[in-house]
């Protein structure tokens, strides 16, 4: 009679369980890797700057204040802020003053061209850039600032109230980073 194979349950178990970790990566695969303390990781992508929440319905994402030209930003120069605003409430708000301690002035200027507080319409999203309005710009700015560092900037709306947020300067030139505005599906074609 031939002799069967003796099989180990518990063998064969170890070694299924074993199968899925061999199949792990290195520490780029590792959810808890930290990519500043491993420079050679890569940082998922996403928004380039921060993202906060003012209420339940408005919140701002991606801010960053405009790439340098020449590297840095001197004391003195105006800064363009680039930042969306979300309202997916049924009410509007109204942001009516940005403001914080490295700038002196901030100038708003909402859709229609003029100067003062920018309309945050319900369920729409305001995308501030320096293209034109709307847009808001940090005038005579008061610490000089190079790329990623970052400078706090409180946003004031008439009902949401405010929130102050860090503001980093833009580490990519207009056009040449991986961010991509979404197209905001409330306006006309």
């Not at 940082?43 to 030209?69: C, H, M, R, W």
């Not at 020449?70 to 800064?79: L, Q, R, S």
């Not at 005579?140 to 947020?165: C, H, K, N, W, Y």
Request: aromatic fraction near 4%; hydrophobic fraction near 35%.
């Amino acid at each position: 009679m031939p002799r069967r194979p003796r099989t180990r349950p518990l063998a064969a178990l170890l070694f299924a369980a074993a199968l899925p970790l061999a199949a792990c990566g290195g520490p780029e695969d590792d959810e808890s890797a930290n990519p500043i303390e491993d420079p050679g990781l890569e940082v998922d992508s996403g928004n380039p700057g921060p993202d906060d929440i003012v209420t339940e319905d408005i919140k701002i994402t991606a801010l960053q204040l405009a790439f340098p030209e020449d590297g840095v930003w001197e004391v003195g120069e105006d800064v363009p802020l680039y930042a969306a605003i979300a309202n997916t409430g049924i009410t509007g708000d109204r942001l009516l003053e940005v403001r914080g301690e490295d700038f002196a002035d901030a100038q708003l200027v909402p859709r229609d061209g003029t100067d003062g507080s920018i309309e945050v319409n319900e369920d729409d999203n305001v995308y501030l850039e320096p293209d034109g309005p709307p847009s808001i710009v940090l005038m005579d700015l008061e610490t000089s600032l190079r790329s990623s560092q970052s400078i706090p900037v409180t946003f004031v709306f008439e009902e949401a109230g405010e929130v102050t947020m860090d503001a980093p300067v833009s580490a990519d030139p207009p056009g040449q980073g991986g961010f991509t505005a979404p197209e905001d599906p409330t306006q006309d074609e």
